[in-house]
């Protein structure tokens, strides 16, 4: 392959190290430091790769993973091109091409925007692109901000930020009423800041309901987002402010920082009238770093609401409006720690939190902890029992409460959905026989070993536990988080399991870590996520009682299996279904994505249906494990839970919706993945039809008996 520099990149230097990239067409601009800047001069000459890989690592000194990383990341973006400088011409001018009446410029303009990454020229930041943010195969995510400077000045260290957690973050920025712009460019979140109608809060000091403009501006963009976009929003809240126009006096609910704090209250409760939209607790962010570093109300304005340090990276051509005369800036640098970016950091910390979260990016599924010395303090067979706190001895916060705090935080990851399990170098008897707790204790805060969907308490090396965890419960090991107090056994699974995330060095800190880390959270929870130890015990329940069944028709009967189908007429479960098609591969007809914002609009068009399962057995309840879509007689949508497959539940869920929709004729499709076998037959085995444009087809009013006769009842 033969690359080299597009002839419309621009090389500008901006300051010590820096380069600015400008792509003179697509207007590109990318900032990166001088090493980037030298790659980019050594395809000035067009380079043969992979045999001018060696040659290159003489220029700039990393291994080879890095330099294919940041070459592809260039070719990707325009600043390398395998084409000639006449091909690549000819390749922008076929998008640029006549269109038809409409002006070329305007057709240039929505070119730009659709390639843009970015803040607005506007305003610029401090970190650039290094070669080690291309290196690794990252999660490509991209992002639109609309803001004005709170967000867009945090662009840059949004993208740094996400470098560090494997994720390659691709941002373009506009205005916050711009909303046009993510129709025009490809996104997989939407991050809204604060919004300008903030001024108006503070407009008129004996107004009540003074947050209604800004609420009814936060609604205009939401409404209007939805209407081009089903991706998840973000929508950051507002900064509580560091002084008041009145001080103590400032009383009510229309108090100055009161009207803040009712904005955003009522802004919490708007978005729950939209669907995937989700608010960032800016306030709550920056309060807990200390607000008077991160907000400018204490110098410059009531509700711009800014960072002190913006103060610090002001233009020298802005001197003129004072005469050219500005206080000396050190108290102001000290204020914020020297640092003129500490905030724009510390929010970008907060956004890709988000993020994270509400794309399920690295998401956990179950926790491992130790017993001894993490659960309890000392050894359980030693002290014969986990605490011996008594009230006259202390409160439950103080000592102990450490302890107490831990097993609270791991109870609040059991209500989130995420399932616990133990490995303990002791004897296992003596475990249970000693594990209890006096009846003046808090119950309510403390784990109990019906908490945990399995455990391993024996002698074997933990490594060997974990792993059998991992196929007991069907979980792969990146999804597992371990707790351990010994630092030998945290680098012995650190070492021989990777893939698995070790905690354990400081215990001030777990009890923290466990209940902040977005890869610990859920966007929402659902009924089926908080009931999922016990779905997952019932699931080890009949993996057991399996292997005690030799015949698989007589397993299935004794399950005493029940269906519960309906049609889908509210929002209730729309959270669920979407993520139903999210995770499901084996048994998903076309592995299409719902988000529940489309399966919102779907509900409100009298052309289509969606259908629900719920399954239960006498070990328990599944929750709801199949979902369906038609549209306009088609079932776009079919996917069911592998953990019910080999029930016979799939055959009774289609033929309840073909008995719900007759007459009315109904087609499917299946597309073919590596992963989605078990769903290849399930239109034959039902009646359908395969026509020659490869569409199952069941005829208006037909309905045959399946070939394999469904096992549930009910």
């Not at 993490?374 to 359980?380: R, T």
């Not at 499709?669 to 395969?690: C, E």
Request: hydrophobic letters at 40%.
């Amino acid at each position: 392959m033969q690359l080299r520099k597009s002839q419309f990149i621009h090389q500008l230097p901006v300051g010590p190290g820096r380069v600015l990239l400008v792509h003179a067409v697509s207007h590109l601009r990318l900032s990166v430091d001088q090493e980037v800047s030298d790659v980019v001069d050594y395809f000035g000459v067009p380079r043969t790769l992979p045999v001018d890989y060696d040659e290159l690592g003489e220029v700039v000194a990393y291994d080879r993973a890095t330099l294919e990383g940041s070459i592809k990341s260039l070719v990707e973006r325009g600043i390398l091109t395998a084409f000639s400088a006449e091909k690549e011409l000819a390749a922008v001018s076929a998008k640029l091409e006549a269109t038809h009446g409409r002006d070329p410029l305007e057709l240039l303009e929505r070119y730009r925007r659709e390639l843009k990454e970015g803040s607005e020229s506007y305003w610029a930041a401090g970190t650039s692109y290094r070669l080690s943010d291309f290196k690794g195969d990252k999660k490509r995510v991209d992002v639109v901000l609309l803001g004005d400077c709170d967000l867009q000045m945090e662009s840059d260290f949004l993208r740094r930020e996400a470098a560090q957690r494997g994720i390659d973050l691709r941002i373009a920025a506009t205005f916050p009423d711009d909303v046009r712009f993510v129709s025009e460019h490809k996104h997989d979140v939407v991050l809204i800041g604060a919004l300008r109608s903030r001024h108006t809060i503070t407009a008129d000091p004996g107004q009540n309901a003074a947050h209604a403009g800004y609420i009814a501006e936060a609604s205009h963009i939401l409404e209007q987002l939805r209407e081009r976009t089903s991706a998840r929003i973000l929508i950051d809240n507002l900064p509580e402010p560091t002084v008041q126009p009145l001080g103590l006096a400032e009383r009510g609910l229309n108090g100055h920082r009161m009207r803040f704090r009712m904005a955003n209250a009522v802004l919490a409760n708007l978005v729950e009238s939209f669907p995937d939209v989700h608010v960032v607790d800016v306030a709550a962010a920056l309060g807990a770093i200390g607000s008077e570093r991160m907000l400018d109300d204490g110098l410059v304005g009531f509700t711009h609401l800014g960072s002190p340090g913006w103060l610090l990276q002001r233009p020298e051509s802005e001197k003129a409006a004072v005469h050219g005369i500005v206080p000396d800036m050190t108290p102001l640098a000290r204020t914020v720690g020297a640092d003129p970016y500490c905030r724009e950091a510390a929010m970008a910390r907060v956004h890709v939190d988000a993020l994270v979260v509400v794309l399920g990016i690295g998401r956990k599924k179950c926790v491992i902890v130790d017993l001894d010395g993490v659960l309890w303090p000392g050894v359980l067979a030693e002290t014969g029992s986990p605490f011996a706190w008594e009230p006259a001895i202390s409160g439950t916060f103080s000592h102990v409460g450490l302890y107490f705090g831990l097993h609270e935080a791991l109870l609040c990851l059991k209500r989130r959905g995420i399932v616990l399990a133990c490995v303990s170098k002791n004897d296992e008897a003596t475990v249970r026989e000693l594990w209890k707790y006096p009846d003046h204790y808090p119950r309510n805060r403390l784990l109990t070993p019906d908490d945990f969907v399995t455990w391993r308490v024996n002698w074997n090396d933990k490594v060997a536990n974990i792993r059998s965890i991992a196929e007991e419960v069907g979980f792969a090991l990146e999804s597992f988080l371990f707790i351990d107090d010994h630092p030998i056994e945290r680098d012995r699974v650190r070492q021989r399991l990777p893939e698995v995330e070790v905690w354990g060095e400081d215990p001030f800190a777990l009890r923290r870590a466990l209940l902040n880390d977005p890869r610990l959270q859920l966007p929402r929870i659902s009924e089926e996520a908080a009931a999922r130890t016990d779905l997952v015990k019932g699931q080890l329940d009949r993996q057991r009682f399996r292997t005690e069944t030799l015949d698989e028709k007589d397993y299935v009967a004794s399950l005493q299996v029940h269906c519960s189908i309906e049609a889908v007429t509210s929002d209730t479960k729309l959270e669920r279904i979407s993520e139903l098609f999210a995770r499901t591969t084996q048994f998903n007809t076309t592995g299409r994505k719902f988000s529940s914002g489309e399966l919102k609009k779907l509900l409100g068009d009298p052309n289509a249906h969606l259908f629900s399962m719920n399954v239960s057995d006498r070990f328990g309840d599944h929750g709801l494990v199949g979902a369906g879509v038609v549209d306009h007689g088609e079932i776009i949508g079919l996917v069911l839970s592998c953990r019910v497959l080999g029930l016979g539940v799939e055959h009774r869920f289609l033929q309840h919706i073909v008995a719900s929709l007759r007459p009315e004729a109904l087609s499917g499709r299946i597309i073919a993945t590596s992963r989605n076998i078990p769903v290849r037959h399930i239109y034959g085995d039902n009646g359908f039809v395969l026509d020659q444009d490869g569409v199952w087809r069941l005829s208006c009013g037909g309905q045959r008996q399946p070939i394999i006769a469904a096992a549930a009842t009910g």
